[in-house]
């Protein structure tokens, strides 16, 4: 019997088997140290940031642009918006201009930053600092650093570079020379015995600078296009400062534009008297063309009459696509419904469609489903009322497709209408073109000439009440508000980012770490690659015993013991030529599988059954089992196949507490164990333990490391393939299918050994209590070993 295959299929025909994401999830878990330590850290990066990030401020103003439409003397007469939506727009632009900015930050001395720290912060102080420092011959472009610290009434303490340069002493209001230059340090109402010690740093910046730091900060949005409403808002470190530049960048663009409008309107009334006389020649003769034409078409208005039946045309278009999605939805319900039929399971609900009638069947049945499944886990389908509840199910599974027929009828019938009613609309809007047509030409021209018409005649009473009244171009709507809290830095946005970087970046490092790895690592992989019988898993154990690795016992319920009573189950269906396995050859492909543990823990559990198990270590050259056991003194195997003196009584040994169950140990190192596995012996061991034992349970050495295994072969029915999960290279399985296929040994199988119980679905690397490697010693544990896969 073949075990753990996919329905005959070859190993080429099978497809790849998917990533389980709740695998995956289990896996990122298993980490959770990591996602621990990385949150914490990247948590406690951006609280530092936040802490020393100053604090924004916003100050938001409402303006209006003045335009002939909300300007009152002349809205009346204003009717086009085209020119201005271009006017504010360019008003928009003027406002962001670099000149403007820095005239506004020279007026109200915005480019000197005076800052007091408060904690890891430095707070501005642009209305309530202490001192004022005035630098002799300062220009626009001057920057300097200085930290003022008041010391009495009429003494500061000033320090150049935020208090690593010189101190020097200087009296209030008092012009002094020092190596910054001369300076005046002047008072402010703020000064008094509280502000004694307080440092002060004080930043200068060039104008030119200040001006480009306000316009990164300034936000100018267009409210209403017709109206010519802005909404100015600045982000600065002091709310007091934001509003100050905002009104000040207000004031100095009503002068600007004062002095321009004068100089505008003399040459703009010259050349729209010349254009009026032009154009109205032109509409003159396009309104005669116009009037013949619709005398012509006795008045009749063809473009409101296809647009009338072009947008009903468009309204059963819609209704039709509506249509056409519910009965493609009805019809993949149904679809689906036949598909699932005779299937206890659950039908989807709030699909979308609009038969009310057929959600509520769906909810009923899906409630009663629920109800027979939990009743069906508890006894069993023969329970009377669960036969009940699948009446009443197949009852109420008719008449959902009978209301799902209904519903698609109606659909169908509602279809038919719409298209009809579609077809009647469309065809009556195509013959309104050929009216529209007759005139289309005319009318484009009689519009252009209007609209230019009416647009300079707009233009000029709008010029000359600019020359009879001279008015600023920006009107305050809402004075400057500012923001009572800061609007920066969020210190939970900044703890949600560094919380987020924290799960997000180990993460991302561990799922790119488990794509790159290559060990075999689940059930999956080795059924996704091999058509070779696979028996069962034996699960990850941590528990020890004081003398030897058997950890089943015969009335446990442990996982380990439940996995070795499944591989023995499935180990009685691998007969050959209709004779049950009696020896059992355990190997594996590199050390370290863990096959001498599998070998005791299933020899055990063999007699745990009352059958009669005989366990041999035939690994002549290291004897692992037997040192495992503790028999690794004495006569054994390798002294019974070199010397023909020697009986099997000799050599036979037992464990105190272990009935049913006699060890051979492997006796000394052998230096030719081929030649003697080869020799008559082995044959003649094999064939009178046969006749005293049930089971034989051979632990062999690893085929891929030596040739015993392969001249082992001759004498087992059954040979047991040991993959430890995370030691096996993935790429390796191919050479273990093309053992099985080219029948190298007897009646080959496939255990997958090291699974940790309820763990990420990927594999374990150690044995925990009953690790060992073959010759190597234990793995040593580290930083990297929290890295390995659980």
Do not use: C
Not at 16 to 42: A, M, P, T
Not at 76 to 100: D, G, P, W
């Amino acid at each position: 019997m073949r075990v753990s295959q996919y329905g005959g299929m070859t190993v080429n025909e099978k497809k790849e088997q998917s990533i389980n994401v709740v695998d995956i999830v289990k896996y990122l878990f298993s980490k959770w140290i990591w996602f621990f330590l990385s949150v914490l850290i990247f948590g406690a990066v951006y609280y530092y940031q936040y802490s020393k990030s100053p604090y924004i401020y916003q100050s938001t103003q409402t303006v209006m642009i003045k335009t002939p439409q909300n300007t009152p003397t002349t809205a009346r007469l204003t009717r086009t918006n085209v020119a201005n939506t271009v006017n504010v727009k360019s008003e928009i632009l003027q406002l962001r201009s670099k000149e403007l900015m820095q005239t506004t930050v020279e007026r109200i001395g915005a480019g000197t930053n005076y800052l007091e720290r408060s904690g890891l912060r430095y707070n501005e102080l642009y209305t309530t600092t202490p001192v004022e420092v005035i630098m002799e011959r300062e220009s626009a472009n001057s920057n300097y650093e200085l930290s003022v610290t008041p010391l009495d009434k009429t003494h500061v303490e000033v320090t150049d570079k935020l208090g690593e340069g010189e101190k020097v002493k200087v009296e209030l209001n008092k012009a002094t020379k020092t190596v910054f230059g001369t300076l005046t340090v002047k008072p402010t109402p703020f000064y008094n015995e509280k502000s004694y010690g307080r440092t002060i740093w004080i930043n200068k910046r060039s104008v030119g600078a200040a001006a480009v730091y306000f316009l990164s900060k300034l936000d100018i949005r267009q409210l209403d296009g017709e109206a010519g409403l802005l909404q100015i808002s600045l982000e600065d470190v002091n709310p007091q400062r934001a509003a100050a530049v905002i009104t000040e960048l207000i004031a100095v663009y009503n002068e600007v534009a004062l002095r321009d409008k004068n100089q505008i309107a003399v040459n703009t009334e010259e050349f729209i008297r010349d254009r009026l006389a032009i154009i109205e020649a032109e509409l003159g003769s396009v309104e005669s063309d116009l009037e013949r034409l619709q005398t012509a078409n006795q008045g009749m208005d063809a473009k409101t009459e296809g647009q009338m039946y072009l947008s009903d045309s468009r309204q059963f278009q819609s209704e039709r696509t509506k249509i056409e999605t519910d009965i493609n939805l009805a019809n993949m319900m149904r679809e689906y419904l036949t598909e699932k039929d005779g299937q206890y399971e659950l039908m989807p609900n709030n699909t979308g469609l609009v038969d009310a009638n057929v959600e509520n069947q769906l909810n009923e049945y899906n409630a009663m489903l629920l109800r027979r499944n939990r009743l069906v886990e508890g006894s069993s389908t023969a329970n009377p009322v669960v036969a009940d509840l699948d009446r009443n199910l197949a009852s109420i599974r008719d008449n959902i497709y009978e209301a799902m027929d209904n519903a698609m009828r109606g659909l169908d019938i509602k279809l038919n209408n719409v298209i009809r009613e579609e077809q009647t609309a469309r065809g009556k809007a195509t013959q309104a073109p050929r009216k529209q047509r007759m005139m289309l030409s005319v009318e484009r021209q009689q519009k252009v000439k209007e609209e230019l018409y009416l647009y300079l005649l707009n233009k000029r009473e709008e010029n000359a009440i600019n020359r009879a009244m001279t008015d600023e171009s920006i009107r305050i709507v809402d004075a400057a508000t500012r923001s009572n809290a800061p609007i920066a830095p969020s210190k939970y946005g900044k703890l949600t980012t560094g919380v987020a970087i924290g799960i997000v970046l180990p993460a991302a490092i561990l799922l790119i770490m488990l794509m790159l790895d290559t060990k075999v690592r689940s059930r999956q992989d080795i059924e996704g690659a091999l058509s070779v019988p696979f028996l069962g898993e034996i699960p990850l154990s941590r528990r020890k015993t004081k003398d030897h690795s058997i950890l089943v016992t015969d009335t446990g319920r442990d996982p380990l013991t439940e996995a070795f009573r499944i591989l023995r189950t499935n180990i009685s269906f691998m007969s050959r030529d209709g004779k049950e396995a009696q020896v059992i050859l355990l190997t594996s492909f590199t050390i370290g599988a863990g096959k001498t543990f599998s070998s005791l823990n299933l020899a055990a559990t063999l007699a745990n059954m009352g059958k009669k198990v005989a366990v041999l270590d035939l690994d002549l050259r290291k004897g692992t089992l037997s040192s495992r056991v503790g028999l690794n003194e004495g006569k054994g195997l390798s002294h019974y196949l070199s010397k023909s003196d020697i009986q099997m009584e000799d050599i036979r040994q037992t464990i105190d507490g272990m009935e049913n169950l006699d060890f051979f140990s492997f006796g000394a190192i052998a230096p030719n164990p081929v030649v003697l596995l080869m020799g008559q012996r082995l044959d003649t061991l094999m064939h009178e333990l046969r006749s005293q034992y049930d089971y034989i349970i051979v632990d062999g050495v690893p085929m891929g490391v030596v040739a015993d295994a392969a001249i082992m072969d001759r004498i087992s029915d059954l040979t047991l393939f040991i993959i430890r999960t995370g030691k096996m290279d993935r790429r390796q399985l191919p050479d273990i299918e093309r053992i099985y296929t080219e029948k190298k040994v007897n009646n080959l199988a496939v255990v997958l050994n090291g699974i940790k119980p309820g763990g990420s679905g990927y594999g374990s690397y150690g044995y925990g209590g009953y690790g060992y490697g073959y010759g190597y010693g234990e793995e040593k544990k580290g930083l990297r070993g929290l890295f390995k896969k659980n």
